[in-house]
């Protein structure tokens, strides 16, 4: 299984970003995707879950400028970050909770992508 982002760069306070997430592999179900972001000498954090059938959930500094979807015929997820500030600059991960098969062996577990550098300029 691998998870693949993309969309990340430069955009200038108050501007827009879209980062995608693409699943591959032999992947069974996905019960959750979503977004978090670690910034230098930070943990890495939330920004915001879409589970399968659910409502998504934001970190509280997020709400209201950015939104998550799924297509889950492509297997994919997206954060349209709108009103961007300086302090969303981070390298921003795209998480899934996957079900897959090894072999004959059903396993389900979370898997990250490689991450995407966002930079808000100010």
């Known amino acids: 299984v691998q998870l693949v982002e993309s969309g990340g760069g430069l955009v200038q306070a108050g501007g827009s970003l879209r980062l995608s997430c693409a699943a591959s592999?032999?992947?069974?179900?996905?019960?959750?995707m979503g977004w978090y972001r670690q910034a230098p000498g930070k943990e890495r954090e939330l920004v915001a879950d879409?589970?399968?059938?659910?409502?998504?959930t934001y970190l509280d500094s997020v709400k209201g400028r950015f939104t998550i979807s799924r297509d889950q015929l492509k297997k994919m997820v997206f954060l349209q970050m709108n009103n961007v500030r300086p302090e969303d600059t981070a390298v921003y991960y795209c998480?899934?909770?996957?079900?897959?098969?090894?072999?004959?062996?059903?396993?389900?577990?979370?898997?990250w992508g490689q991450g995407t550098q966002v930079t808000v300029s100010s």
């Open positions: 998480n899934g909770d996957i079900g897959y098969f090894n072999g004959t062996v059903y396993r389900q577990h979370g898997h």
């Open positions: 592999g032999m992947i069974a179900n996905i019960n959750a």
């Open positions: 879409l589970p399968s059938g659910g409502r998504p």
